[in-house]
């Protein structure tokens, strides 16, 4: 299960933001930061799942054989 | 009464007494005390005893000429089955004959081997009942040749042929089956069986447990004499042997009692030997069939198991493909949601602005004075004290539309 802290880490601290944006919890000036940090998360996670599913069919491709 | 006779005047005048007086043939039924054949002439005793006391009440010699013989005695015992003996009943055709030297004798022109026959199967059937009285008759039956029988105990002539036959049936069987024969020599006809039979029994018996079944066997060779094998005492030995006994002593005429009281009988020891191999054959069948069974189980459930592996594995790549389109979704979703939240912050301070412009409207001095309120101001500060003034200040009035400067009086 630990195979992908990283994302995991991410995809939580990505939930934390957007939690927090929801709920009022940032200053107006924190907010522009706040918000590209989240799409630099978001970036990132869908990036890991993409090359994470490229990995998979090639796995899968190799399997057929 | 000085005249007498010479013995062969008195027996001259014997058989012509004889000759008139019973000039035909008889039949006659006796039992045999003594049989012997001598120079193809065969010379017997014939007897008669009291039914009760078994003593003798009547005796008399008779022979049957090498001419009659050699037709009677094949016809005989082709019939019988056996050999003219003593102890036998039969029915016989005499004439009389006294002879001045050799004194009387009945001389036999026919023997009927049925009557015979009928006294022999009076006889078995006698002691059948007696077999069924003493409760042994079925007992051999109630054995059961065991499922891997291969330790073969024969009871047989030495050289017999067929024993040859039944060794050799054994050895060259198609299954590779090993059979263990070992051979007890008993004499196979005449008197003597019974007792030779009855000897063999007792040595197989001595060493019991290295056997699994027993044959007692006879073939080949000339038709004999099988009454040895229709004795109350070795049809006991049989009857209550604890082995399975297997017979094959080869006759076409009726079973004969060993046959009755024998676990199996078969006709010939050749057919010995193949019941012997199909019994093995039985059993390897049957591992046979199981080894099948079990294979077809086994091929059975690997391709189950090899199906079960198939479909899982072509739901993997959709599976784990579906895990990361969730994945993918999740973030989709989570990201949705930043914009949304972004938005109506920024909504919310503009609100907060607008209605904080608004209260700020309503303190604007203009208001008032487009409303012709005036402010009074000295050196640019509102004037809201009159003693804040003293005559020769200079004031400034601002109106909606203007200023006036005044001094104070």
Redesign the interface.
């Known amino acids: 299960m630990n195979e992908n802290p990283k994302y995991e880490e991410a995809?939580a601290q990505?939930?934390t933001?957007?939690r927090k944006?929801?709920q009022?919890e940032y200053n107006?000036d924190e907010?522009a930061a706040q918000?590209k940090a989240?799409?630099q998360l978001?970036k990132f996670?869908?990036d890991k799942?993409t090359k994470?599913?490229e990995e998979?069919?090639k796995i899968?491709a190799e399997?057929n054989l | 009464m000085s005249e007498h006779y010479t013995l062969r005047q008195l027996n001259l005048l014997v058989r012509e007494a004889i000759e008139e007086t019973l000039p035909d043939e008889y039949w006659v039924e006796a039992e045999l005390s003594e049989c012997r054949e001598n120079s193809g002439h065969c010379y017997m005793e014939l007897i008669e005893k009291d039914e009760h006391s078994n003593t003798p009440v009547a005796r008399a010699s008779a022979k049957c000429w090498r001419q009659t013989w050699q037709m009677t005695k094949p016809y005989f015992e082709r019939t019988t089955g056996q050999l003219l003996r003593a102890g036998m009943k039969v029915l016989v055709k005499v004439y009389a004959q006294f002879h001045e030297a050799y004194g009387f004798s009945w001389i036999i022109s026919d023997i009927d081997p049925t009557y015979t026959l009928g006294d022999m199967a009076r006889k078995r059937q006698e002691i059948i009942r007696q077999l069924k009285e003493e409760g042994i008759f079925d007992l051999q039956r109630e054995l059961r040749i065991p499922t891997f029988a291969k330790r073969i105990a024969v009871i047989s002539a030495q050289n017999a042929a067929g024993y040859g036959d039944f060794c050799r049936q054994l050895e060259d069987n198609d299954y590779s089956f090993r059979f263990e024969v070992t051979l007890f020599p008993a004499v196979m006809q005449g008197e003597q069986v019974e007792q030779s039979v009855i000897n063999a029994l007792n040595s197989i018996y001595e060493r019991i447990h290295d056997y699994d079944v027993v044959c007692i066997l006879r073939g080949g060779g000339a038709t004999a004499d099988l009454s040895g094998f229709d004795t109350l005492a070795l049809a006991e030995n049989v009857a209550q042997f604890p082995l399975p006994i297997i017979t094959g002593i080869g006759h076409d005429r009726d079973e004969s009692i060993l046959d009755m009281v024998a676990n199996t009988k078969v006709k010939t020891p050749t057919a010995a030997a193949a019941l012997l191999i199909d019994n093995l054959l039985r059993i390897l069948e049957r591992l046979d069939d199981a080894s099948q069974r079990i294979s077809n189980a086994v091929n059975q459930r690997i391709s189950s198991q090899k199906i079960k592996i198939a479909s899982m594995t072509s739901l993997i790549p959709t599976l784990t493909l579906r895990m990361v389109g969730d994945q993918r979704h999740r973030i989709d979703t989570i990201g949705n949601r930043l914009p949304i939240a972004i938005e109506r912050r920024l909504t919310n301070q503009k609100h907060l602005l607008e209605s904080l412009s608004i209260k700020l409207q309503g303190f604007d001095p203009q208001l008032l004075l487009s409303r012709g309120y005036s402010i009074t101001l000295k050196d640019g500060r509102a004037v809201r004290d009159p003693k804040q003034l003293k005559p020769g200040d200079e004031i400034e009035t601002r109106l909606e539309k203007g200023n006036i400067t005044s001094i104070v009086k």
């Open positions: 995809l990505l939930e933001i957007v944006m929801e009022n107006i907010l918000l989240a799409q978001i996670c869908k799942l994470t599913e998979l069919q899968n399997a």
